[in-house]
C-alpha cells in the first residue's frame, strides 16, 4: 500500500525559507513520480512541482519557478521542496502525491496517491 507522509510546515515570515519533506512507503523512487500540490482555502488544488526519481527530470509552476527547488533522495524514499523567498500567496496546505502510473505533470487527476498535508503560513 502507497503511503506518503508530509512533514516541515510552519509559520514563516515572507522572504523566509522552509524545506517540506515527503516519505514514501509502499513503493521505491525508482522509476516513480512525485508531485507537490497546495490548496489555499477556496481555491482549486494547485500543482507545485514534480519529480522523476528515475532521472531527476523536474517540472515547476510558474508561481514558483525560481524560488522553490524539488530534488528526491532515492536511498530514504524521500523527496523534498525547499521553498525560498516566500511570499504570503503561497500560504496553503501543502500535499505531496504519486500517481498509480507514468504521469509526469501538474495536474492533480493525474495523481492517485496523496499524503494528509501540512500547513505552510507566510504572515508578518
Known amino acids: 500500500q502507497v503511503q506518503l507522509v508530509e512533514s516541515g510546515g510552519g509559520l514563516v515570515q515572507p522572504g523566509g525559507s522552509l524545506r517540506l519533506s515527503c516519505a514514501a512507503s509502499g513503493f521505491t523512487l525508482d522509476y516513480n513520480v512525485v508531485g507537490w500540490f497546495r490548496q489555499a482555502p477556496g481555491k482549486e488544488r494547485e500543482g507545485v512541482s514534480c519529480?522523476?526519481?528515475?532521472?531527476?527530470?523536474?517540472n515547476y509552476a510558474d508561481s514558483v519557478k525560481g524560488r522553490f527547488t524539488i530534488s528526491r533522495d532515492n536511498a530514504r524514499n524521500t523527496v523534498y521542496l525547499q521553498m525560498n523567498s516566500l511570499k504570503p500567496e503561497d500560504t496553503a496546505v501543502y500535499y505531496c502525491?504519486?500517481?498509480?502510473?507514468?504521469?509526469?505533470?501538474?495536474?492533480?487527476?493525474?495523481?492517485?496517491?496523496w499524503g494528509q498535508g501540512t500547513q505552510v503560513t507566510v504572515s508578518s
Open positions: 519529480i522523476s526519481s528515475s532521472d531527476g527530470r523536474t
Open positions: 502525491a504519486a500517481p498509480s502510473s507514468w504521469y509526469f505533470g501538474l495536474q492533480a487527476l493525474g495523481y492517485d496517491y
